[in-house]
T-cell receptor, first 114, second 115 residues
Framework: NAGVTQTPKFQVLKTGQSMTLQCAQD?????MSWYRQDPGMGLRLIHY???????DQGEVPNGYNVSRSTTEDFPLRLLSAAPSQTSVYFC?????????????FGEGSWLTVV | GENVEQHPSTLSVQEGDSAVIKCTYS??????FPWYKQELGKGPQLIID?????GEKKDQRIAVTLNKTAKHFSLHITETQPEDSAVYFC??????????????FGTGTRLTIIP
């Protein structure tokens, strides 16, 4: 999982609280994305970005916001956490011109909403 | 949108035997099919991928086959070793300028290699 850093690794939130999951990559990748992983459901795309200033929705965007002010950072914001957002979150990045088709994933952020 | 189904959900094989994991996809526009390996507590890692203009690709003990007509693709691991034990995910994408932004994943296969 070279070069994609996620923080925090673990977080417990109360329902209604807000928080930001941070993601940074140092590989000059244009593409970044957020997935959530739930038991028996694989990984589902939340939001993605193909470059600074550009973001778009994935399969499950509701309840999450993103921004891409720099190439390196792609934070994921939960505005009002709900128990249904308990999951493992993975940030990923890639650049077709640099790394071909390889998408690099971070180590994951375990989020529990109580 | 795209739907990817993966089977089996769990697979146990004796060390040295072969393992096969199968996936089907629904969107005929999909043209990129990667396979990821995920070890406990880690993020997924790309192990092999194939594009729709190729029917088979090999990398040492790992191979992927693609049948566009039937819309299915498979991962083959030969001469399995204990370190192959992990969860494997298939994925599909119809791509864009980069080709792999919007991956749709299968639900995963937990492979256990029995020593």
């Amino acid at each position: 999982n070279a070069g994609v850093t996620q923080t925090p690794k673990f977080q417990v939130l109360k329902t209604g609280q807000s928080m930001t999951l941070q993601c940074a990559q140092d590989m000059n990748h244009e593409y970044m994305s957020w997935y959530r992983q739930d038991p028996g459901m694989g990984l589902r795309l939340i939001h993605y970005s193909v470059g600074a200033g550009i973001t778009d929705q994935g399969e499950v965007p509701n309840g999450y916001n993103v921004s891409r002010s720099t190439t390196e950072d792609f934070p994921l914001r939960l505005l009002s956490a709900a128990p249904s957002q308990t999951s493992v979150y993975f940030c990923a990045s890639g650049n077709h011109r640099v790394s071909g088709n390889t998408i690099y994933f971070g180590e994951g952020s375990w989020l529990t909403v109580v | 949108g795209e739907n990817v189904e993966q089977h089996p959900s769990t697979l146990s094989v004796q060390e040295g035997d072969s393992a096969v994991i199968k996936c089907t996809y629904s969107d005929s526009a999909s043209n990129y099919f990667p396979w990821y390996k995920q070890e406990l507590g880690k993020g997924p890692q790309l192990i092999i991928d194939i594009r729709s203009n190729v029917g088979e690709k090999k990398d040492q003990r790992i191979a992927v086959t693609l049948n566009k007509t039937a819309k299915h693709f498979s991962l083959h691991i030969t001469e399995t070793q204990p370190e192959d034990s992990a969860v494997y995910f298939c994925a599909a994408s119809s791509g864009s300028n980069f080709g792999n932004e919007k991956l749709t994943f299968g639900t995963g296969t937990r492979l256990t290699i029995i020593p």
